[in-house]
């Protein structure tokens, strides 16, 4: 039943849409759970349909911190460019969100903790904008990328080779080439990976 629900809702795009509602006070019975929010915009990042942009941008201000992080995500999945200024905009000072990097395994810790802080899930937002914005093709977020190769974290210098492969601008070559010679000849399978696609993507 909950697969035919499904496949039904993501042929209703205007329901969809719908479920985004947030509720506007205790007494609104109109707005819909963060769950349900997050159900729907899982489905409409699967969709694709770019209807569902402007309803998607405003949840960003969402007062549910799940939900700003599904609809940064969703942002990226669905590839409009009118997404790239508020992604920007999250994340922010690009020195400032270098300095502040944890490290990537305990970013993805903060994902799976609902006790998180307020600090953490700034950073966690911050990188799964940067994460949409190299979907989204924004040459702006190159230089965070091309610093992250040289993070202490090896999770976070694969993470962003594989970022810079999405992003597909082949002056991060050399620069990728560059990082697969540093890293020890056991891990550089990722980093080459990336390198590889990026070269594919530049012929």
């Known amino acids: 039943m909950a697969q035919v629900l499904r496949a039904r809702l993501e042929r209703d795009v205007p329901t969809l849409i719908d479920l985004l509602r947030v509720p506007r006070g205790l007494r609104d019975d ?18 694709g349909d770019e209807r569902a942009v402007e309803p998607i941008l405003a949840l960003l201000k969402d007062p549910e911190e799940s939900v700003q992080l599904s609809a940064t995500i969703a942002l990226g999945r669905i590839g409009d460019p009118r997404a790239i200024p508020p992604l920007l905009e999250i994340l922010g000072d690009s020195e400032d ?32 904008a940067l994460d949409s914005l190299a979907s989204l093709g924004a040459r702006a977020v190159l230089p965070t990328l091309l610093a992250l190769l040289e993070h202490r974290d090896r999770y976070v210098r694969e993470w962003a080779a594989r970022l810079l492969a999405r992003l597909g601008d082949p002056t991060a070559l050399p620069h990728l080439r560059a990082a697969e010679h540093r890293a020890p000849f056991g891990r550089r399978r990722k980093l080459r990976n990336a390198r590889r696609q990026l070269e594919r993507a530049a012929v």
């Open 30 to 47: 109109g707005g819909n759970r963060p769950d349900v929010r997050c159900f729907a915009l899982r489905t409409l990042r699967k969709v």
């Open 97 to 128: 969100f270098l300095r502040r990097q944890p490290g990537f395994i305990g970013w993805q810790a903060f994902l799976r903790r609902p006790s998180a802080t307020i600090q953490e899930h700034e950073i966690t937002l911050r990188g799964r």
